[in-house]
């Protein structure tokens, strides 16, 4: 199958869910792989514009190994910043951070990767098997809400926005990092070669698995660009709708706040 | 017609994004807030209303990596985000001008405190914003009938500045942070923009109409004086509420009125020397290009 293939819709999800069964295990490495450890740096940045607070209520959709989670929860924690700032340990208790995934594999990385850092116990991570299109939280629950490197992969990208929009709380921000759509000349023809030509092969040779990451590199392409996406941000209610190109354009951080 | 000549060159990039109430009616292209100019001046997506009730026919517009905004909802985010600013000032002198201060500050307007990760450079906003609400009290205090008749220049500049900066006294404790964060690279231009600003308000309403070189003169050396003062106010525990640095401030305005003469008389012992200098410069020009002009004729026309 290809990502290209007009896929009907019951099935898109079935086939995703396949995708990332299969590739659960090995999806922190081809990360690296493929992004020549820059996906770290992209995280890094979205959790930066989110400017975490202590006590906040996050939901993280489709965040299964807790890469983003983990940010978050380290920015909040930090010694650095309780020493620097005044906050009270009562707010950090206060703080939860939820991820939110469909596949169940992937969440068991993610608690795995909790256990190794000796946050299995720790209330401040709860993990939830969860649809993007249907979540099981409250109307304006939530202080902030991402998606990273997920918001491609669901069938309805607008029933997810409105979700989106619908737990968070008034002020609440949401952030969505993704890949997205390369116009500069030169740097395209690049970027199309090396999405074609090469990541299917690592993704053979590292996770043996080549359809799966040909299905990545096409479901890209299909992702509406840029403008289109914020444009269906704001349609679904939100307000100063942003995005910012990383890497010329590879990856974008679109931003946005219910108002 | 426009209150100052500083509007005129500065009033396109109005800082954090307020409309200042002004009494005249003014022409529309003066004080608006940045985001609006961009909207207006591209305008098929400054039109498009990203309000979900109404629906964008067109579907296709590649504009290269541009912000997605539209008027009406920006605005009240510019709301939102002035009164979340107006409450967390009131946090400033516990928690300094910091995030902190802008959480407890959203927490008090009922809007969840992830907003303040959309303020842009954070701290910055919220002394920008103070800035601009004392520029606002400053015009408005002296609309609403301040006695300055009797007072010549120099006083009056003073008044003025002593107004100004008796707004600051609440914030005292927190000010040298507040400087510190104007200094940053990053927010220097913007404070730089609202000092100008504060600057030639305080001048146009002394009464100062000038637009030659002058200007440029007055408003740096008034911004000295400004400066200057603001940071003896920092260490000044005199009794009776600064009376230490309305001493200084009068002290240096004066030194200023007495600059500008010098620099007047400087100016004329230049354009003298000048034009004695000019003088020999042009004869001798005159005398080349004679000769150069009676060579030139010999020769083929190119």
Known sequence: ?259 | MYRTAARRLLGAGFTTSRLLRLPKPRPTTTIIPYSYCTSSMESPIGNQSVNPNQSDPTAAREEGHRRDESRKPRAEFQEEQARVLAASLRHVPRLGWTEEAMIAGSREVGVSPSIVGSFSRKEAALVEYFMDECLQLLIDRVDSGLDLQNLIPSERVSKLVRIRLEMQIPYMSKWPQALSIQAHPVNVPTSFKQRAMLVDEIWHTVGDGASDLDWYVKRTVLGGVYSATEIYMLTDDSPAEYRDTWAFLDDRVKDAFDLKKSIQEAKYFAQDIGAGVGKSFQGLMNGVMQTMSTRGGRSSAF
């Open chain 1, 1 to 259: 199958f290809s990502g290209f293939q007009q896929v009907k819709e019951e099935e898109k999800s079935k086939l995703v869910g396949n995708v990332f069964t299969n590739v659960a295990s090995s999806y922190d490495i081809m990360n690296d792989v493929m992004s020549a450890g820059l996906h770290r740096l992209w995280k890094e940045r979205l959790v930066g514009k989110l400017s975490p607070f202590a006590g906040m209520k996050h939901l993280d959709v489709a965040g299964g190994t807790g890469d983003v989670a983990f940010r978050i929860f380290d920015a909040v924690n930090s010694v650095k910043r309780r020493a620097l700032r005044k906050v009270d340990e009562a707010s950090i208790e206060e703080t939860q951070i939820y991820v939110c995934d469909i596949n169940p594999n992937m969440l068991n990385v993610g608690k795995q990767r909790a256990a190794e850092r000796g946050l299995s116990d720790n209330r401040s991570l709860v993990w939830v098997e969860g649809d993007a299109e249907a979540l099981s939280f409250d109307d304006d629950s939530m202080d902030g809400y991402t998606i990273a490197f997920g918001i491609r992969n669901v069938t309805h990208i607008e029933k997810a926005l409105a979700e989106a929009y619908r737990v968070l709380k008034r002020g609440g921000r949401f952030l969505c990092l993704e890949l997205s759509h390369v116009d500069i000349p030169v740097f395209k023809e690049l970027y199309d070669l090396y999405s074609f030509q090469v990541i299917p092969n690592l993704g053979e040779l590292i996770a043996g698995d080549r359809d799966s990451y040909q299905y990545l590199v096409e479901s890209v392409r299909r992702f509406p660009p840029q403008e289109r996406f914020a444009k269906m941000i704001g349609d679904a209610g939100f307000e100063k709708v942003e995005y910012e190109n990383l890497v010329g354009g590879v990856v974008a951080i679109h931003s946005a706040i219910k108002l």
